[in-house]
């Protein structure tokens, strides 16, 4: 079973913090995705990676930036945290290449982040 | 301009009932698929059903079946029967063709929270 681990399920954080969000991949696929989740907004793209040091902007990177330094891991870093960052923020990977059936992609359980 | 419209905030149904989510989608290119996530009050989300643009019949998986209309650019989701575990937020997506210079990702629709009565 593909398993995609993020390291908090909820975390509280302090306006001007900077926060680091790890997600965890436990196979050896190229493509992970950050997204945020906000209520009537649905998934937003925030960026997403394709190789180890390579990283894509996706519809909404203010605020943001990301890290991707081994295939496994991949790293959303809020600069400055800000309380417009509260939301629900979800890691996802791509099984292989190209989209389609087998190839969907897996989210892990998502963080709530807080920013007070 | 919104590349996935869901249009219903929230749905209700009675359990063992159909219900049909509804999802359109604007493209140009030919070659795109949709996809259908559940995300329960747990807040995982859940791969349900994949509808690539040329398949010539409209996917079918367990209760869960796509009605695509590709001249209407729809591609509503079908539960058959439906269960009370089934309450859940649903979200339609679409992937970019990476083929033409799309990028490698999914766009998601603003979801619709599904209820089934008991």
């Known amino acids: 079973d593909v398993k995609v681990t993020q390291s908090s399920r909820y975390l509280v954080k302090r306006t001007g913090e900077k926060v680091f969000l790890e997600c965890v991949q436990d196979?050896?696929?190229?493509?992970m995705f950050w997204y945020r989740q906000d209520p009537g907004l649905g998934l937003r793209l925030i960026y997403f990676?394709?190789?180890?040091?390579?990283?894509e902007k996706g519809d909404i990177p203010e605020g943001y930036s990301v890290s991707r330094e081994k295939k496994e891991r991949f790293s959303l870093i809020l600069e400055s945290a800000s309380t417009n960052q509260t939301s629900m923020y979800l890691c996802?990977?791509?099984?292989?290449?190209?989209?389609?059936?087998?190839?969907?992609?897996?989210f892990g359980q998502g963080t709530r982040l807080t920013v007070v | 301009a919104q590349k996935i419209t869901q249009t219903q905030p929230g749905m209700f149904v009675q359990e063992k009932e159909a219900v049909t989510l509804d999802c359109t989608y604007d493209t140009s290119d030919q070659s795109y698929g949709l996809f259908w996530y559940k995300q329960p009050s747990s807040g995982e989300m859940i791969f349900l059903i994949y509808q690539g643009s040329y398949d010539e019949q409209n996917a079918t998986e367990g209760r869960y079946s796509l009605n695509f209309q590709k001249a209407r650019k729809s591609a509503n989701l079908v539960i058959s029967a439906s269960q009370l575990g089934d309450s859940a937020m649903y979200f339609c997506a679409m992937r970019e063709d990476e083929a033409q210079g799309g990028s490698e990702k999914l766009v998601f629709g603003k979801g619709t929270k599904l209820t089934v009565n008991p």
């Open positions: 196979m050896d696929h190229e493509n």
């Open positions: 996802a990977i791509k099984l292989g290449g190209g989209w389609g059936r087998n190839t969907e992609a897996f």
């Open positions: 990676s394709y190789d180890v040091k390579m990283k």
